[in-house]
Structures are given as structure tokens and as C-alpha cells.
């Protein structure tokens, strides 16, 4: 899937923020119902805010705490607006959040500089740093979040039991059939750490039941303004 960065213009969406539409392909980047509303309540919520806390020790010298730290994979950078959530969520909570996101279609830097989701002028210069930061190392934004942008394509993700939540924010079945399988959900799968959880806004019957079909606990949640459910899979804890 390639599109031209000219194809895409921003809208606003009901709470007010904004959201970008590809003409293309007919599809918006978040809900139309609110993207920051749906990124929210989805990403954060019922996945960053409800995933077992990874511990990792401090190291000798270091302050003699343990230091809580969630590793995070997301497919999908677009717009950074989960990646900015996550941020705020780690500065507002003293959690360390490594955030790898996976993309392949990279976004002009002067058309993200035009969304409006920061809330203070801190917030839209770590924005504007997480779309200047290099591609494929790790970039540290602030103190607790540390961001690698992956150009690669989650098609080839071989990570094995590395990730506390996964954000798996695909542009819809009816547009981009080949990234709801169960090839890609097995990948997932295996990247995640057991008793690790996957969340995404699609709820459809289909998707659940592939997700089940690699070994996946699947609940259907309420879903942010708009839709009715949204999906959360658990690897089992027992899976080793
Ligand atoms: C629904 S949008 C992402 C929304 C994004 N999380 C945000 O907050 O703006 C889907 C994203 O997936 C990216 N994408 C498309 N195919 C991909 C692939 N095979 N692997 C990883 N990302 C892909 C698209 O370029 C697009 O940026």
C-alpha cells in the first residue's frame, strides 16, 4: 500500500481534534467520532493504563528503587497521536515507556506540525521531536519515554516475548484486509510477553475469532464515542 502525502488532508472530528483523511483510500486515520477520544480511551485506557506492569530492576549505582517499565509496540505511527498519549501517560504516572512503532508510509514533517493535539507548548516540541527523531533507533523524548520509530512493516515482525501491550491500530479490515490475519495476529502473538495484551478499536466477529485461533483470550469492551465494542486479547500468562 503506497500513497502520495499529497492525497491526505486534515479534518477535525467531533471532540475537536484532528485527524487526517486519505482520499484514496477513502479512510480516516482515527475515528470521526473523535480521535482523541478513541485514542484515549482504546490505546490508554484498556491497554497502556490496564497492562501488567513489566519490573526491571535498578541497575548498581542507580537510585535503589525498582523501576517500573512498560515495553510498548505499536503498528502504525500515523499521525503520533498514541505515541503523545503514551507520553503523557508515562510523564503523568513515572513510568518508563519504550515505545517501538512500526510504519511505512512517513508523514511529512509540516503536515504534523498542524495537528492540534498538544496540550502545553512542552507537549508540541516533544511532538514536533518524535516526527524529527531518526528512523530505527531509540530516541529519548523526556525523562520516561523513550521512542523507536521502526520503518519496517509489521509483516515482518520477528520479536519473541518482548512487549508488555501491543497497539494494533491498522487502518480497517475493508481497507487493509492483509494486516487482519491470522499470520499477523500469530506475529503478535509471539512478540508479546505472556500475560501481555493487545488492544485495538475493531471488534468485528472475524477478527476475534482469528485472534482466538493463535491462542489469544479475547474480551469485547465498551468502545469509545461512537462504537458499540472494541477488542482486548490476552496472551495466557502460562504461555511460555
Ligand atoms: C489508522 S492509521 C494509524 C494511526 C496512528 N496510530 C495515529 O495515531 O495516527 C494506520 C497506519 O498504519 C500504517 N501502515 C500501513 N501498512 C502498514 C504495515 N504493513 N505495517 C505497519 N504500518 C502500516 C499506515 O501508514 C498508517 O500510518
Known amino acids: 500500500m503506497s500513497k502520495e502525502n499529497n ?9 475537536g481534534s484532528h485527524s487526517l483523511f486519505v482520499r484514496s483510500l477513502n479512510e480516516t486515520y482515527h ?7 478513541e485514542s484515549q480511551w482504546v490505546f490508554i485506557k484498556h491497554g497502556l493504563a490496564s497492562a501488567p506492569l513489566g519490573h526491571r530492576p535498578s541497575a548498581v549505582g542507580e537510585r535503589s528503587r525498582t523501576t517500573l517499565n512498560h515495553q510498548i509496540l505499536e503498528v502504525g505511527f500515523g499521525t503520533g497521536l498514541n505515541a503523545l498519549l ?5 510523564e503523568e504516572h513515572h513510568v518508563n515507556v519504550h515505545f517501538t512503532t512500526l510504519e511505512t508510509n512517513v508523514l511529512e514533517l509540516e503536515l504534523a506540525a498542524q495537528l492540534n493535539y498538544a496540550s502545553s507548548e512542552q507537549e508540541r516540541s516533544d511532538f514536533l521531536k518524535m516526527h524529527a527523531a531518526r528512523w530505527n ?3 529519548v523524548i523526556t525523562p520516561y519515554f523513550t521512542l523507536h520509530k521502526a520503518l519496517r ?3 515482518s515482525e520477528v520479536s519473541i516475548s518482548q512487549f508488555d501491550v ?12 492483509e494486516m487482519w490475519t491470522p499470520a499477523i495476529f500469530q506475529r503478535l ?19 476475534r475469532r482469528d485472534m482466538q485461533s493463535v491462542g489469544f483470550t479475547v474480551e469485547r469492551l465498551p468502545g469509545p464515542p461512537g462504537k458499540r ?7 495466557p500468562a502460562s504461555h511460555g
Open 137 to 139: 533507533q531509540d530516541v
Open 229 to 235: 465494542e472494541m477488542l482486548r486479547a490476552t496472551k
Open 166 to 177: 501491543i497497539f494494533f491500530d491498522a487502518f480497517g479490515p475493508p481497507t487493509q484486509p
Open 31 to 37: 475515528s470521526r467520532h473523535g480521535a482523541m477520544q
Open 7 to 15: 492525497d491526505i488532508t486534515i479534518i477535525e472530528t467531533s471532540d
Open 189 to 207: 502473538f509471539n512478540a508479546l510477553k505472556p500475560g501481555g495484551i493487545l488492544v485495538t478499536y475493531c471488534a468485528k466477529g472475524q477478527v
Open 153 to 155: 512493516e509489521v509483516q
Open 86 to 90: 503514551a507520553m503523557r501517560w508515562a
